[in-house]
């Protein structure tokens, strides 16, 4: 990949040599690849590179691991945020996996995240197609069309809300005028559900139009005329070169809009609380409410021990497969 | 800031081509396109449209829309802490744009140029840290900066929100300095430059798109929190303004027009910053950093 990109900029045999010569550390001042680099040299260049990240490598410890395992005691003991209880075993895990609500909550984050993951994607992507043709603003537009993802979602929220919650809010009414009946689009939990999800889609579409032009701008107009020539169509076009070739870069923003999406707590939380009777929560809003609204500390902070468990798994399963995909 | 290398390193890793530039041949297609972009945007940006509406419209959401007013404004600026919430808010968002770069910089250098074991398990941590579900660590935070005398206060919120930002930082920085040719780092290094010398000077003076990236990403970020904002301040003078923003709920009925003024006013900001700098905005290349190399 870096190779790649590097030797657009300068010669390619330039770049490719500095690259393997830097890679086994082979090195410069007229040494010959032959002769390894001494030892103490080599070192230095490691500590000044483990110095480099040490700050980042020190934060992540700190606000990840040490809370990490201070959860995991957490949630083995009775006791409330400030007073740690008796030491309960997997009590507060067994409370959970027997609560309906839990396993209601795992359904709808799937739910959440297979939408929001595919949806963006489908509308980011189309967006992010359009966007390549020739129309005047073209900048100003894509601008524009990123404005989900910048302004704050306590904002987004609070303006959604006003649109759909009450039944005298715009959109109700609309469904009204249009035969729909009655709607209220937050008290009943299925339209709750589809609100959620609409209103992810709308957040996070941004970023996948992002990633997904950028790996659009590689593709290499030629190819298309020469598959016109051969009589494809529109579709035939999108499905047989421009998926395949921005497969990678789709691969890997499934993959961060899928961590996006797990984690997500604001959107959810400051749309419909998780409610109307939990119907609206994932597991990390289930987490906070059983911490902060029912103030029971060890379930709740058990709830979040299962997701990181789930999520560091997954995390690694799909960072060898990223591994995987950049090597070939 | 001298840029030694023009134009080439401008755009970014992956700027859009911007479509063919040929002479106009017959207007109906781009027009065609130009209205269709149009109303797309126009009916996805309704949320953000209704906000500004209502916070310039007098109270009593039925009067027609022909009312123009600032009252609600010279309301929430002078009856409430929201100039406060404001400072604070700004002082938490630099300081974590400031801090995060000045740690994932390096951070990234070495994810882009490092080709050892090392900074492959240095990449998964943050692959782990990203996908790490906040909530875990609200619980045990409070309790440590509670300890500390770090909760209800904004330094320790800045240092939870550089620690969030990170990874894709990072990343960010990574993708950046990947376009950058070692052989530029390899000439400072036979003239006796230091590795580090060797990054700042020609590497980092070179990748203000990349950096601008991550601070923008930063900013965004550390500006639009609740979670943690939420849970760590009390005292409402301490309140961040999405925090402040909530507080307009709490009372019976909610008075729209205030609501979307502080709306308005937190959305101000980042929508200034963003727009620009967006044109250095690129976050399609951190697919290629991601796993390291």
């Known amino acids: ?328 | 800031m001298s840029n030694p290398i023009p134009v080439a390193f401008e755009e970014g890793p992956a700027a859009p081509r911007g479509g063919a530039r040929t002479k106009k041949t017959g207007t109906s297609p781009q027009w065609r396109y130009t209205l269709t972009v149009l109303i797309i945007v126009l009916v996805l940006l309704i949320p953000v449209f209704v906000t500004v509406m209502l916070a310039f419209q007098p109270q009593l959401q039925s009067t027609s829309h022909s009312h123009f007013t600032l009252q609600n404004f010279s309301y929430v600026f002078s009856q409430t802490q929201v100039l406060t919430w404001l400072r604070n808010s700004l002082a938490v968002t630099l300081a974590t744009v400031l801090v995060a770069v000045c740690v994932s910089a390096p951070a990234g250098y070495v994810l882009s140029r490092g080709r050892s074991r090392a900074v492959s398990g240095y990449a998964l941590l943050l692959f782990i840290a990203q996908s790490f579900p906040q909530i875990v660590s609200v619980v045990p935070l409070f309790v440590l900066f509670a300890k500390l005398n770090l909760d209800d206060n904004l330094l320790g919120l800045a240092i939870v929100y550089v620690s969030s930002t990170i990874a894709v930082a990072t990343w960010m920085m990574a993708a950046y300095f990947d376009t950058i040719p070692v052989a530029l780092e390899e000439a400072a290094w036979i003239d006796g430059c230091s590795l580090f010398k060797g990054f700042v000077r020609i590497v980092l003076r070179n990748s203000l798109p990349g950096v601008l990236s991550a601070a923008i990403f930063a900013f965004l970020l550390a500006w639009s929190d609740y979670l943690f904002a939420s849970v760590f301040l009390r005292s409402d003078s301490n309140f961040t303004l999405p925090i402040g923003l909530q507080t307009f709920f709490s009372t019976n009925s909610t008075e729209w027009g205030y609501v979307m003024a502080v709306s308005v006013v937190v959305m101000v900001p980042p929508i200034i910053v963003f727009g620009f700098l967006n044109r250095y905005f690129s976050i399609g290349g951190i697919g290629g950093s991601l796993a390291g190399h």
Not at chain 1, 130 to 141: I, K, Q, S, T, V
Not at chain 1, 299 to 319: D, K, Q, T, W
Request: hydrophobic share 50%; net charge positive.
């Open chain 1, 1 to 328: 990949m870096r190779a790649k990109v590097a030797s657009t900029k300068t010669g390619p045999s330039n770049v490719l040599s500095g690259l393997s010569r830097a890679r086994r550390g082979v090195g410069l001042g007229g040494r010959s690849e032959h002769q390894p680099r001494p030892p103490r040299r080599f070192s230095n260049r490691a500590i000044t590179l483990s110095l480099m990240v040490f700050p980042s490598v020190l934060l992540v410890i700190l606000i990840y691991g040490y809370p990490a395992v201070g959860a995991v005691i957490q949630s083995l003991h009775d006791g409330n945020l400030v007073q740690l209880g008796p030491y309960v075993g997997l009590q507060n895990y067994w409370t959970d996996l027997h609560n309906p609500v839990f396993w209601h909550s795992v359904r709808f984050t799937v739910v959440y995240c297979v939408v929001g993951v595919f949806g963006s994607w489908v509308v980011g992507l189309g967006l992010a197609l359009l966007l390549r043709r020739r129309m005047h603003a073209r900048n100003f537009f894509k601008t524009m069309l990123l404005l989900p993802w910048v302004v704050p979602v306590v904002v987004t929220a609070t303006s959604w809300n006003w649109l759909v919650a009450t039944p005298s809010s715009p959109v109700p009414r609309i469904a009204q005028d249009l035969g729909f009946g009655q709607l209220l689009f937050l008290d009943s939990p299925g339209l709750a559900q589809f609100i959620v999800c609409v209103y992810k889609i709308w957040l996070s579409y941004p970023f996948m139009m992002l990633m997904a032009s950028a790996a659009l701008a590689g593709v290499e107009e030629q190819l298309y005329e020469a598959a016109r020539v051969d009589g494809a169509g529109a579709w035939q076009l999108f499905r047989r070169i421009t998926l395949p070739l921005i497969a990678r870069s789709t691969y890997i923003s499934w993959i961060l809009m899928f961590i996006f999406c797990i984690g997500d707590f604001q959107s959810i939380y400051l749309l419909t609380g998780g409610g109307p009777v939990s119907s609206t929560s994932t597991l990390v809003v289930l987490s906070y409410v059983t911490v902060f609204g029912d103030f029971q500390t060890g379930p709740g902070v058990a709830i979040g021990i299962i997701m990181l468990l789930v999520s560091v798994l997954v995390s690694v399963i799909l960072f060898r497969r990223i591994k995987k995909v950049q090597v070939s």
